[in-house]
């Protein structure tokens, strides 16, 4: 091309420049900056940040918040737990609704206490209340579940408000390693212009305490290994009898079992890491709200119940971790103030910019204003949690009152007999449990005494099945317990739990005043608790709750 052109070429460039700026001017004399005005407004678009933050919600089955290193346990391995915990707000007093999963599950969905969202019991649907994904659904989240529990699937409720929801049998194994795989699979096929929400919950904290072979942290453990195989000194034990501590043999081998069970949470958090790197590369984590938790915690020992929860209030079965990580949370914050479980979804709304004129009917309060200023207390800022326990379902425990399942057989225990009802017969038969610890050889009637079976009839009609169980108050510092009498009735103890210390020593006798305000409140939440009735069982649901040991064979 001559120079010529190129100056040719130049000027008419430069006549079209012209030509663009004289229209622009005469929009802008025609419109005042009507221009202006669109252009800052494209400009302030581009630039605005997405208002809808997704929500990364991680739950952790049976995970006691004492295995984790940010809560205090220089043995803990869980560096990702301990990560999430220094970018955002840990509650070092945070307590699950009840202590088994579903219930507790339900309240962390709904914000309801389980006899108001209708699941007293592990499996049971939740049949009241919103769930946090329907909310969310519709609100214009995309949104992603899956559960390696049955015990909080499509059957109990769960599944509602979600686009894809993986249940336990749609894993080839329901430990966190395969959970995570396919966390990850859906996280890739989700629409990157969409807010998501992604529930992912894990199982490997459950009994038995069994992380992969492949994994590398393994404690040797052979007493507790031994048990979890239900074998005890080369003799077949029942899981009623390992949880019972049956002639010590569970207690025996504490450091053992605590050690697998610590493995379990280890593993669980390398596979919360790898969720996290996934997050990370997806954009899915640096401005997302993320919230962990677990359903409930684990007895190991506390109340002499060993290795499962459930018919217990001991600390060990309703602390749990509770931390938050997001846009506007602080970072490495410990609110040492109560947390209850109903408290999680107002609060998760609160955080996602959901209007409180929106929220559905709930128990809970958001915790939000513990740690923004700008958020204004609650009217009537609540600080009492409250639980009630579950039913013990092995017959051969006689640590409680009643014990037995829905639909098999129903027993009370003195201290001496048990007296059990066959749910299919009605037949009842007594039991001799020092001879008979297992329950199996029915006595001749005439070989009970006439006042114990006298006493085991009247608990019999006193305490139906299901309906023996503890209920509690707690604040920060106090925690007031009602434990079923055989005789009837409750008796009481108070404990004080600001330390962390066992809940060893009774001290209502120097703090009657203290006992008394307590037990008020918590009669008066117990005035609408309907009396309990247990439901039967499918079959189905029999196979999952015995491969979670909460029955026996």
């Known amino acids: 091309m001559t120079r010529a052109k190129i100056v040719s070429n130049v000027l008419l460039g430069l006549s079209l420049l012209a030509i663009v700026g004289l229209a622009f001017i005469m929009l802008r004399d025609e419109d005042g900056d009507s221009a202006d005005a669109d252009a800052d407004a494209e400009q302030a678009d581009a630039a605005a940040p997405d208002e809808t933050p997704d929500l990364i919600f991680i739950t952790i089955d049976t995970l006691r918040s004492d295995g984790i290193g940010a809560y205090g346990n220089p043995a803990a391995k869980t560096p990702n737990i301990d990560g999430l915990a220094r970018e955002g707000v840990l509650f070092q007093n945070s307590v699950t609704a009840f202590p088994r999963t579903t219930p507790g599950m339900g309240s962390l969905f709904t ?37 390696s529990n049955g015990a909080c699937g499509h059957k109990q409720g769960f599944a509602r408000g979600f686009d894809h929801f993986v249940r336990r049998k749609q894993f080839e194994d ?36 069994l992380p992969p072979r492949s994994y590398k942290d393994q404690p040797k453990a052979p007493g507790c290994r031994a048990l979890m195989h239900k074998r005890h000194e080369r003799e077949k034990v029942s899981l009623g009898q390992i949880q019972a501590n049956h002639e010590g043999m569970s207690a025996a081998v504490l450091d053992e079992c605590r050690a697998m069970y610590d493995a379990t949470i280890t593993y669980t958090d390398a596979e919360i890491g790898r969720l996290i790197e996934g997050l990370q590369a997806s954009d899915r984590w640096s401005e997302a709200v993320v919230v962990l938790t677990a359903d409930h915690g684990e007895n190991m020992g506390e109340d002499g119940y060993y290795y499962a929860h459930g018919p217990s209030l001991a600390a060990g079965s309703l602390q749990v971790p509770l931390i938050f990580k997001g846009p506007g949370i602080p970072t490495g914050e410990v609110d040492d103030g109560l947390a209850r479980g109903v408290d999680v979804m107002p609060t998760i709304l609160q955080l996602l910019g959901q209007p409180p004129d929106s929220w559905p009917q709930m128990d809970g309060q958001s915790l939000t204003w513990r740690w923004d200023p700008a958020v204004d207390p609650p009217a009537h800022p609540i600080d009492y949690a409250y639980a009630e326990s579950a039913t013990e379902f092995h017959t051969e425990i006689d640590k409680f009152v009643g014990s037995g399942r829905p639909g098999k057989r129903y027993c009370v225990h003195d201290q001496r007999y048990s007296m059990c009802v066959d749910a299919e017969t009605e ?16 006595l001749d009637v005439e070989l009970v005494d006439a006042d114990a079976r006298a006493r085991l009839e009247a608990a019999l009609e006193t305490w139906p099945q299901g309906t023996a169980r503890q209920r509690m108050i707690r604040t920060k510092q106090w925690k007031l317990v009602e434990r079923p009498l055989f005789a009837g009735g409750y008796e009481q103890a108070l404990y004080d739990v600001s330390s962390g210390a066992p809940e060893a020593r009774d001290l209502r006798a120097d703090n009657s005043t203290r006992a008394l305000k307590l037990e008020k409140l918590l009669h008066r939440w117990l005035e609408d608790l309907p009396a309990y009735e247990a439901e039967k069982r499918s079959s189905e649901a029999l196979r999952e709750l015995r491969a979670l040991g909460y029955i026996g064979d």
């Open 427 to 442: 037949a009842a038969n007594f039991y001799d449990r020092p001879a008979d610890p297992l329950l199996k050889q029915a």
């Open 174 to 209: 329901n430990r966190a390693g395969y959970v995570t795989d396919k966390a990850l699979e859906l996280l890739a096929e989700a629409k990157p212009d969409e807010p998501l929400f992604l529930w992912v919950h894990y199982t490997d904290p459950h009994w038995p305490y």
């Open 111 to 147: 914000g309801l206490w389980p006899h108001h969202h209708g699941s007293r019991e592990v499996w049971e649907k939740v049949e009241k209340g919103t769930f946090l994904t329907e909310l969310l659904h519709d609100r214009g989240y995309q949104t992603i579940g899956m559960t």
